[in-house]
């Protein structure tokens, strides 16, 4: 297979950056589809330290072509900022993906502040450019490669959504950035088609995960999108058979910001020292990380939304601190034991989760090369997880750089 797609299954922040960034050297293609600068992957390379928002990991690699496809939001602001260390001819935008302006980031403040039902957004404008989009009054990024053009639609937008915005300050803060990425505005669909029929390798990355789909995740405490490989053909613009192996993300525990259910969340001392251990503060906002069991009912639903047919389990060095490790097997709902995840985000903030418990291995493990290195029972906890998920595990990421990526042997 010449196409991979990699997708959280969790709540995002599974360690996708990582696992991407070591694999996309591998292909010639690297294709985000979705979300906006709301999410974060932060990547190594040459001794530099990147913390990706807008821009496909592949960036970082000379020889790799970047596809900002179709499905997202793209912020001009942030997309200049960020793509100053890099090359631009390494990046083709699509024309059709929609733009988000800085009145989207106001619209998006304004709304958490004034709403009854919070949900905890990153404030970026991704959900107010999404609504945009679906109230057919948005604007693609084909428009920039006519000035006079797009410049009527901002001034129409604007009025539509009755914001307070300069629109020739804007433009003229933008110009010059506007005009030296229209040259690789196109039409990726089309590109990305190409290098398909040539054999070329093509791995697509999303953001979030799939507990925050817009359909299939904790509604309405989600994103506004559908970070699932079932929207790649849709999101690039690509026939469905292309999107075929998908490796899933899932950390060794369970991590979410901002509001919504989050039934194995745990507190206190134990959750501020794998907090603290494991760095769970939001690439994007800084935001401390609700920290959770790892929980195999949601694993299970998400899995059956995707279809992945690997896993990589990351940052399972960070449970080297804790003396016992519980699994989430199934909720006690209404009286009843059940391994579904209940659609009305009250009803699942109301289950009780029901565990297993493992013993902890309580020693390092960042040192270790294979599978069979490591502790009896950091593998048994391993085999745990794949037992209930039914999914062969690839890779084990047992630190956080680079080379601390443990590739799994069909024997192990």
Same mark, same amino acid.
């Given at each position: ?56 990991? =592949? ?48 619209? /998006? ?36 490669? /006519? ?53 070329? +390798? ?17 509604? *309405? ?11 790649? *053909? ?33 507190? =206190? ?16 906002? =800084? ?49 009843? +034991? ?28 960042? /040192? ?11 593998? /048994? ?27 799994? =042997?069909?024997?192990?």
């Amino acid at each position: 297979m010449n196409t991979l797609s990699i997708v959280g299954l969790q709540f995002g922040d599974e360690g996708k950056g990582k696992i991407t960034d070591s694999l996309s050297h591998q292909f010639d293609y690297v294709v985000r589809y979705q979300g906006g600068h709301n999410a974060g992957h932060t990547v190594y390379a040459n001794g530099q330290k990147y913390v990706l928002h807008v821009l496909p990991t =592949g960036i970082v690699h000379p020889h790799t072509m970047n596809i900002l496809g179709t499905g997202m939001v793209i912020s001009l602001d942030a997309l200049q900022k960020e793509i100053q260390p890099f090359n631009l001819s390494q990046i083709r935008i699509s024309d059709r993906a929609h733009l988000l302006f800085p009145f989207h980031q106001q619209i /998006d403040a304004q709304s958490e502040q004034t709403t009854s039902q919070k949900i905890g957004t990153t404030q970026k404008g991704i959900g107010p450019a999404y609504q945009t989009k679906t109230s057919r009054i948005g604007i693609r990024a084909g428009s920039l490669k /006519d000035l006079s053009r797009f410049k009527v639609e901002l001034t129409q937008l604007k009025n539509t959504l009755g914001v307070q915005f300069d629109v020739d300050a804007y433009l003229e803060q933008m110009k010059a950035f506007i005009a030296s990425i229209v040259p690789y505005i196109t039409d990726t669909s089309y590109e990305v088609y190409q290098a398909y029929q040539q054999g070329k +390798r093509i791995l697509f990355e999303g953001a979030q995960g799939v507990m925050l789909d817009l359909d299939h995740g904790t509604y *309405p405490y989600v994103t506004s999108s559908h970070p699932t490989p079932s929207s790649i *053909p849709v999101d690039v613009g690509l026939p469905p058979a292309f999107v075929r192996d998908a490796l899933g993300i899932v950390k060794a525990y369970t991590t979410r910001v901002g509001e919504g259910p989050f039934p194995t969340e745990i507190f =206190g001392e134990d959750a501020d020292k794998i907090r603290k251990t494991g760095n769970e503060y939001g690439s994007t906002t =800084g935001r401390p990380r609700r920290i959770g069991h790892l929980d195999v009912v949601m694993l299970q639903h998400a899995i059956r939304m995707t279809g992945v047919n690997q896993l990589a389990i990351t940052l399972l060095d960070v449970l080297s601190i804790v003396d016992t490790i519980k699994i989430c097997v199934a909720y006690e709902w209404n009286g009843q +034991r059940t391994t579904l995840v209940p659609s009305h985000a009250q009803d699942l903030a109301n289950v009780k989760p029901i565990y297993e418990t493992l013993p902890g291995w309580k020693t390092p493990i960042q /040192d270790c090369k294979s599978f069979s290195d490591l502790p009896k029972e950091a593998q /048994d906890y391993l085999h745990r997880i794949q037992q209930h998920l039914g999914v062969p595990i690839r890779f084990i990421s047992n630190g956080p750089k680079r080379e601390q990526l443990i590739e799994r =042997g069909h024997h192990d």
